[in-house]
C-alpha cells in the first residue's frame, strides 16, 4: 500500500511569517509534487521534483520554494506568507507518468 | 496550454439514481484521462484510467468513456449509493509523453448522495 505522509496537518502563522510543510513517501518513488487545494479550482500544481537534488517548477509557484533532500522527502517553503496562501496542500508521489498516491494533506492559515 | 473544465459543481442524488458527470478537456495531443476521487478528510486517489488506445474503464461499478472526436470524458455509474457521495475529478495526464507525470485537475463536482 502507497504511504504518503505530511506535517504539520495544520498550521496557523501571521502573514510575513516562515512556514515549512513537510511531506515523505515510503514508496520508493522518483516523483514528488506539492498542490493546493480551493474551492473552485480543484487542485493546482506548485512543484515538482524527479529526484532528490532536482526541482521542477509547476503553474503556480509564486511565493513558494520547494526542496527534496532526499528519495523520500520533499519540503514546501513559505518564506513571506500570505493571506492569498491559506489553502489545503497536498504532497503526492509516483512512478514516472503513473497514478499519483496523495497524502492526507496539511490545511494553513495565513492570518 | 492544457486545461480540463467541469461544468457540474454539484450534483445532489438519491440511491439507486443514474450518475453522468461529464467534462472536456483542451490539448494538442491525445492524453491519458483520469477519473480520481476524494472523500472528506483525505487526499484524492484514483479511480479510473483511460488511454487513448482503450477509450474506456471501468472500476468499482463506475466506467468513463473518452471521445476525442469532442474532447470530451464522462463518468457514469448506474446505480449509485450512499457511500459514492465525494468529489470527483476529472484529470489531464502529461502529454509531453508523460515524462513529466504532471496532472492537471478540474476543478471538481461534488456528488451528495442522499438515502
Known amino acids: 500500500e502507497a504511504a504518503v505522509t505530511q506535517s504539520p496537518r495544520n498550521k496557523v502563522t501571521v502573514t510575513g511569517g516562515n512556514v515549512t510543510l513537510s511531506c515523505r513517501q515510503t514508496n520508493s518513488h522518483n516523483y514528488m509534487y506539492w498542490y493546493r487545494q480551493d474551492t473552485g479550482h480543484g487542485l493546482r500544481l506548485i512543484h515538482y521534483s524527479y529526484g532528490a537534488g532536482n526541482l521542477q517548477i509547476g503553474d503556480v509557484p509564486d511565493g513558494y520554494k520547494a526542496t527534496r533532500t532526499t528519495q523520500e522527502d520533499f519540503f514546501l517553503l513559505l518564506e513571506l506568507a500570505s493571506p492569498s496562501q491559506t489553502s489545503l496542500y497536498f504532497c503526492?508521489?509516483?512512478?514516472?507518468?503513473?497514478?499519483?498516491?496523495f497524502g492526507p494533506g496539511t490545511r494553513l492559515t495565513v492570518l | 496550454g492544457d486545461s480540463v473544465t467541469q461544468m457540474q459543481g454539484q450534483v445532489t442524488l438519491s440511491e439507486d439514481d443514474f450518475l453522468f458527470i461529464n467534462c472536456t478537456y483542451s490539448?494538442?495531443?491525445?492524453?491519458?484521462l483520469f477519473w480520481y476521487v476524494q472523500y472528506p478528510g483525505e487526499g484524492p486517489q484514483l479511480l479510473l484510467k483511460?488511454?487513448?488506445?482503450?477509450n474506456k474503464g471501468i472500476s468499482r461499478g463506475f466506467e468513463a468513456t473518452y471521445d476525442k472526436g469532442t474532447t470530451s470524458f464522462h463518468l457514469q455509474k448506474a446505480s449509485v449509493q450512499e457511500s459514492d457521495s465525494a468529489v470527483y475529478y476529472c484529470v489531464l495526464g502529461d502529454t509531453a509523453g508523460g515524462l513529466s507525470g504532471k496532472l492537471t485537475f478540474g476543478e471538481g463536482t461534488q456528488v451528495t448522495v442522499i438515502s
Open positions: 503526492a508521489s509516483s512512478d514516472q507518468g503513473q497514478e499519483q498516491y
Open positions: 490539448t494538442t495531443w491525445y492524453p491519458t
Open positions: 483511460v488511454t487513448t488506445a482503450n
